[in-house]
């Protein structure tokens, strides 16, 4: 009975939050280039295809950029788990489960648990590369 409560108490943790799928991410960005631009300042960012459901990039400074898979943690295999970068700019959210997460990938509210997926970033002069 013990080791079914144990159980029981696991699968409750784990089950609404499955791993998020993989999928290999190998993007290569012209920060000059036009479909680019909001990257030219603090805070901009740019929605690409790629990874699970594509990605988000915010740039944090002239020379540090972020990148996040837009499959929201909660729930990843739910077909409307989908992050978008909220109007205001401030933050990220999940509309199907109401999570939000702050423009460094980390949970602010919802029933997430766990941070957007992050993916290496390098910058080579105007080039942007984006790995995992």
């Known amino acids: 009975m013990l080791l079914a409560a144990g159980l ?3 699968s409750s943790n784990t089950a609404a939050e499955p ?3 993989s999928a290999v991410v190998s993007e290569q960005l012209n ?7 909001a990257l030219r300042f603090d ?6 295809g790629g990874g699970v459901r594509g990605l988000v990039v915010v740039r944090q400074n002239a020379q540090q950029y972020l990148a996040f898979e837009r499959n929201c943690p909660y729930e990843p295999y739910n077909a409307c788990a ?3 970068v909220d109007k205001s700019g401030f933050f990220m959210a999940d509309s199907c489960c109401g999570s939000r997460f702050d423009m460094r990938g980390q949970v602010t509210s919802g ?3 766990r941070p957007l997926r992050q ?3 390098a910058l080579s002069g105007n080039l942007l590369y984006i790995t995992n």
């Open 8 to 10: 029981a108490a696991c």
């Open 19 to 21: 791993g998020i799928p």
């Open 31 to 37: 920060l000059t280039n036009q479909q680019y631009s």
């Open 43 to 48: 805070n901009g960012y740019v929605y690409l």
């Open 82 to 84: 989908k992050v978008t």
């Open 111 to 113: 029933p997430a648990r």
């Open 119 to 121: 993916y290496s970033t």
